[in-house]
């Protein structure tokens, strides 16, 4: 069964997504490719692990925590599996480019496909696609709109 729970940060309101002990999903309300709540979804905020999820991300944004540590199960192709994987790598405070992160990812040369593959990313914070940006350091593309990109760069 998923579970569900909504979140308020200071960027927005979040939801939470879980099935099966593990978090699934976590989206900006309204963000490009959120997921809506579907009809047989269950709300419930004390599910394992959406209320740990709310304590770690009270945390990070009180300064409390720079990384999360939440059993996690993002839905997606070998590829932006990979993408997301080598994502969850960059440590608090840094950013690398969407080349780098294609390299790192094991395809050299496809920017582009790194940068859809992030797009897609389904764990926003959780899975730092934040700190993914462009060769001469611009901010590009974020689902959850370039002013929490900038934001969650700046904390």
């Known amino acids: 069964m998923i579970r569900y729970a909504r979140f308020k940060t200071p960027l927005g309101t979040v939801l ?6 593990v978090l699934t999903g976590l989206h900006f309300e309204g963000a490009r490719h959120a997921p809506a709540v579907a009809p047989d ?3 419930d905020p004390y599910a394992s692990p959406l209320q740990e999820c709310a304590q770690q991300l009270a945390d ?18 070998p590829f ?11 440590p608090y405070g840094e950013t690398i480019s969407y080349a780098e ?9 496809s920017a582009r ?16 696609c ?5 060769a001469n350091g611009a901010l590009t593309g974020y689902a959850g709109g370039l002013a929490r990109k900038h934001s969650l760069l700046a904390h």
């Not at 932006?80 to 960059?90: L, N, T």
């Not at 940068?115 to 914070?125: D, F, H, K, Q, V």
């Not at 934040?130 to 462009?134: C, E, G, L, N, T």
């Open 41 to 43: 979804w269950r709300e």
């Open 80 to 90: 932006q599996q990979r993408v997301w994987r080598e994502i969850a790598q960059v």
């Open 60 to 77: 990070y944004f009180a300064g409390k925590r720079q990384c999360f540590d939440l059993p996690v199960a993002p839905q997606g192709t």
């Open 16 to 21: 939470a997504i879980a099935a099966g002990g």
């Open 113 to 128: 496909a790194a940068g859809a593959a992030t797009g897609r990313n389904p764990l926003a914070i959780v899975v730092p």
């Open 130 to 134: 934040h700190r993914i940006v462009a």
């Open 101 to 109: 992160l294609a390299a790192r990812a094991g395809a050299p040369g």
